[in-house]
């Protein structure tokens, strides 16, 4: 229930939901997907310290632009 966010066992109930391996496959698939976003963030980043290194920013000079806004 607290992979996914349920509040109640109802849609366990519904489906059957009470295999150990699936519930592991969830946690792994759960943590590939935040590797992914991390990874995502970290090019962002990198990509904002080359713009800035292209404009001739620095980080004391120039506010942080957030990753949302980031440039691709």
């Not at 992979?3 to 592991?24: C, K, L, P, Q």
């Not at 997907?33 to 404009?55: K, T």
Request: proline letters at 3%.
């Amino acid at each position: 229930m607290k992979i996914g966010g349920w509040r109640t066992r109802s849609v366990f109930e519904r489906y059957a939901i009470v295999s150990r391996s699936d519930m592991n496959d969830a946690i792994l698939k759960l943590q590939e997907c935040e590797g992914r976003v991390e990874q995502e963030r970290l090019q962002a980043d990198e990509q904002q310290q080359e713009i800035r290194a292209q404009l001739g920013h620095n980080d004391a000079n120039s506010p942080k632009i957030p990753a949302s806004r980031a440039i691709n």
